[in-house]
Every structure is written in C-alpha cells, then in structure tokens.
C-alpha cells in the first residue's frame, strides 16, 4: 500500500507496532512456525522482478524465510524511510468538517489524514484465555504469537501446550521429541493433513518461473487464490470408492490440494460430500496412532472438515502422539479448573509444567481494529457499530467512517484465500479509488448504508448453505467468550469477489457517496 500510493504522488506514513517489517511473520516466530500456502504463491505478485529474484528454498516457506523475503521487499522498494516503527496506534477520530482523521498514536503524537487505511491482519490480536492462577505461575509460559527472541531449550522441561489449532499442530510436531516431556492439553480434535513438504528442486523452479503468468492468473481467477486443479468439479455421478480414490489421490499430494480433491466450494457445502471426506481423514488419522484411546481422542466428530481452518500435517503430527514423551490430555472431557504455581489443574487430575504455551490463537477478523479505538461520524465507535458483528460493504469500508479503508477487513474474502493475492486486490482497489477521487475533486467517500447492508447479507447468506455454521470456529467469533458470533469473511470465491470490486469501480463507485 505504501509503494503503491507514493508511486501516486501522495505523502504517506506508516505506523508498525513491531520493530520490524513483517506482520504475522514478525510476531509468530514459535518453533514450527511455517506458512500453509505453497511458497511460489505466497510472495508478491505485483512486480515481476520481486518473484522472477527471489527463489523459495521448500515447497512451505518457514517463519524467518518469509520475514528475510518481507525485509528484502522493504529494501528493494525502499520502504523503510516512510515507515516509523515501536509506534503504536491507540485511537483515530473523524472531523467531518475537514473531511480527515486525527491518528492518535500512544506516545502522544497526532498526526491529520486525509485517508485512513487499516493493514492490521486478521489474526494479530492474541486471545489469551482468562485462566485464574496464570499470575501465580512458576514456571516460563509464552502465547505463540508473542514468542521471545532467541532460541528455548525445552530439553529439561515438561511442557504444556494449550490448543491443537494451525498453530498448535506445528508447536507440537516440532517440540515433541525436544522437551523432556510434552502435555498437550486438547479441547477440539482437528483434521490435519500432511503438508508434504521438501525442497524445491531447481528444473521445478525454472518451470515455476517460466509459467508465473499463468499461475498467477489461474490463482486470481480461483476461490481460494491458489492454482490448483480439480479434475471433479463436483462428486455427481461418482461412486464412494471413485471419490476416495480422488481423495487418496490428493492425500498424497497433500496441503491445500487436498482440499481441491474437487471444487473447494462444493466440498465446503455438499454434507454427503463433506462427510466422505470427513470420514477419509478419520481413518487416516486412525491408522497412524498407536494406542485406539489417544487415537479416539485426535478423530473430530464434532465438525465437518473444511468447516474450521483445516491445519497442516507437517512432521507426522499425529506420529508424535506415539512417542513416550508426549502425552495427551482431554479438556473437553475434563476442562482446565485452573493454572497452579507449577502447573495445570482439570477437573480430573494436576498435571506439573516447568513452562507452559499458549496456542489459543486470536481474537481473529476484528480484534485488531477495534483495539484502536476508532470514532466516525456523530462520535460513534466501531465497536459501538460493530457490537451485533461487524459491518461492511466489500469489506474495505464501512458506513458512518468515511475516508477509511480496512485491507482484508471483515466481510472480504481474506482469511478464506491466499492471503498475499487478497492483500494485493484491495491495495489496488483502495489506490485506484483514491486516484479516481483526486481526479474527480473528491475528498470523501463513505459506503452506503443499503450497500452496507445488502452486503451483510449477501456474506451472511453464502455462509449459511455452507457448512460453516457447524463449527465453533475463530471464522465466526465462537472463540472468543462473550464475541457475538457471526461469519465474518466473505465465503463466495475471491474470483467472484475480484469481479465484484471490478464492477463496483467501473460503475463510479456504486454503492458509495463520494462528495
Ligand atoms: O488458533 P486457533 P491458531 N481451553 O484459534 C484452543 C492461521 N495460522 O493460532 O478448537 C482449551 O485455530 C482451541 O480449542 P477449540 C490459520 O488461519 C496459519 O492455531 O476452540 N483450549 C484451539 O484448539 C489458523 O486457523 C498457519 O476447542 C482452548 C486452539 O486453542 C489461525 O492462524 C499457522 C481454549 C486455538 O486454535 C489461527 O490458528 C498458524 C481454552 N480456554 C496459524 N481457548 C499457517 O499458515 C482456545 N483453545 C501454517
């Protein structure tokens, strides 16, 4: 976004919490830490040079890979002498007036704009959960995505792990083995599928490298911005043993082709179809543990596949389990009562931790830009608007905030897709409104509210003949007590969400008031 605006002439600041360029991948350095999308599509599109020089190492590139590619962008676009860092943005309040934000920031510093863009992530603000005794705990504990610099040894440690997300699957796969001992404490069994990672070889990078037009395009034009074939759009017309075949087929070629076994959207909402796969997944994590009582505990029953964030089987997670040293602990069955000047208390039995982590994920999709405490028109808040879920049209901008814009917010595609190609979507919409308005003397655009509205709908509507519903996931807030709960990115295809915003643009903005 930065790149992009001041290619256009405009002065443009940015505010970084962290120290450093990189987001998600400045935060979460947790050992395993590693990225679901394929390496070559999880980088830049937008300038050939960047992905014609830069060449991935593994078919998933790991945590400090993709912040070196993060660091090296900002160098090669000179970006860091707009970009102040350790600045943290505490409020921003709109003069209606004047047509402009006044961006507080926390040590006291305001600054006047006339935009106001949000590049805040999806999954950045930490949800901890309120465990009494956390304060009077003797040991280390750490959240995965406020991990220390510098590398833990766990070798004399045992070590507890609270969640069996994205996040705790690889924690675990990785440090299980490393510490003394492990003590997974798993409240929902999840579908993890193998990754299947390795190197990339050189011939295939030469062919990536001479097929990135098309890869790219075939990405854009998909629903999940990933260039993935399925020979079956659907199961019509195939038998059980012909669609585990498929499904076999994709197992073996594992990540996020596994998902595209057929059309992702029909696995997401055909039930017969899900639960085919469903039931592939259970078998297949049957078969890799040993013992029939842990193995019960790791097959979810609870909810179709796809329905959460389906996690990545890097290092035969479900293997671990088999180990001496690991072991696992049932808190659905048995919940946590409390955490213990060294260790963890269910309702069943005290379990001794020397350092206990947290992988409990986020307070996802709006936690970020509520936290900074946001006032538009008539000194309403956000999080006053957004208190029955939030509200937007697109996506990018929502009612009564005029002239701020939220890349990847709530209601667009986002977390549902390859997150680079969605990122890169709205900074070209959101850049290319602006041009449009200085060209058109404007100096304010707000979403209509029946736009707004329409659109709530429309998300709320696709998410409700999918299968979303079934699962008490971070997509609809479920995570979080007391989060209104709702489906909160938009589930209908970045393909069609692209054409969409397209439209929208082509017809002067439809659906916005521009003054
Ligand atoms: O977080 P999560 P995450 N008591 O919310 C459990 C992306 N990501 O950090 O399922 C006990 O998924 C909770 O249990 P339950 C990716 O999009 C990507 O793992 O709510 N347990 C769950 O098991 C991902 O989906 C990558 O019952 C509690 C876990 O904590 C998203 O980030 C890697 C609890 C939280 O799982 C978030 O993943 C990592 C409690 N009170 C993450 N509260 C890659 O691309 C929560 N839990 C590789």
């Known amino acids: 976004m930065l790149h992009k605006l001041r290619e256009q002439g405009l002065d443009v600041r940015v505010y970084e919490k962290g120290a450093e360029v990189g987001g998600t991948w400045y935060w979460n350095t947790y050992p395993g830490a590693r990225c679901d999308s394929e390496s070559h599509i999880y980088c830049f ?188 759009e659907t199961d019509y017309g195939l038998s059980e043993d012909e669609i585990r075949d498929v499904l076999e087929e994709r197992w073996q070629q594992g990540g996020f082709r596994f998902l595209h076994s057929f059309e992702p959207g029909s696995i997401l909402s055909n039930p017969e179809l899900n639960e085919v796969v469903s039931a592939f997944i259970r078998e297949k994590i049957r078969g890799k543990v040993d013992d029939p009582e842990t193995a019960e505990k790791l097959v979810p029953t609870d909810h179709p596949y796809g329905s959460k964030r389906p996690p990545m089987d890097y290092n035969d997670y479900y293997g671990t389990y088999n180990r001496d040293d690991v072991s696992l602990v049932d808190v659905d069955e048995h919940p946590i009562e409390r955490v213990t000047a060294d260790g963890i208390r269910t309702t069943a039995d005290h379990y001794p931790l020397d350092v206990l982590v947290f992988a409990t994920g986020f307070d996802a999709m709006t936690g970020a830009i509520l936290a900074m405490d946001i006032e538009g028109k008539n000194d309403q808040t956000i999080e006053e608007k957004w208190e029955a879920g939030p509200r937007t049209y697109l996506g990018l901008m929502t009612s009564g905030f005029p002239n701020l814009f939220t890349i990847t917010g709530p209601q667009s595609p986002s977390v549902l897709t390859n997150m680079p190609l969605s990122i890169e979507q709205h900074v070209e919409w959101i850049a290319d409104c602006i041009r449009y308005m200085d060209e058109h003397g404007y100096d304010r655009i707000e979403a209509r509210r029946e736009s707004e509205d329409q659109w709530v709908q429309n998300t709320n509507m696709l998410a409700e003949n999918m299968l979303f519903s079934q699962a008490k996931s971070w997509y609809r807030g479920a995570n979080v007590p007391g989060k209104t709960q709702v489906f909160t990115p938009f589930p209908g295809g970045l393909d069609n969400y692209r054409e969409i915003c397209a439209r929208v643009a082509r017809d002067d903005y439809d659906g916005f008031e521009l003054e």
Not at 81 to 106: G, H, K, P, Q
Not at 218 to 224: E, I
Request: with cysteine.
């Open 45 to 232: 599109s937008f300038d050939e040079g960047l992905h014609r020089e830069w060449e991935w190492s593994e078919r998933y590139p790991e945590q400090p890979e993709i912040l070196d590619y993060l660091q090296w962008v900002a160098d090669r676009l000179d970006l860091h002498r707009n970009i102040a860092f350790e600045r943290e943005v505490t409020s921003a309040t709109y003069d209606d007036e004047t047509a402009t934000w006044s961006v507080e920031l926390a040590d006291g510093e305001r600054v006047t704009t006339r935009y106001f863009v949000t590049a805040v992530g999806c999954l950045s603000e930490p949800f901890l959960p309120d465990f009494d005794g956390l304060d009077a705990f003797e040991g280390e504990w750490y959240h995965t995505a406020r991990w220390p610099d510098g590398e833990i040894d766990f070798g004399d440690d045992h070590v507890g792990v609270i969640g069996t997300g994205s996040t705790g699957i690889q924690f675990i796969s990785e440090v299980g083995g490393q510490a003394d001992h492990l003590t997974v404490f798993q409240r929902t069994p999840n579908y993890a599928v193998p990754a299947r990672n390795r190197p990339l070889e050189d011939d295939e990078y030469d062919e990536i490298r001479e097929n990135y037009d098309d890869i790219w395009e075939q990405a854009r034009d998909s629903r999940l911005g990933m260039p993935f074939d399925h020979e079956h």
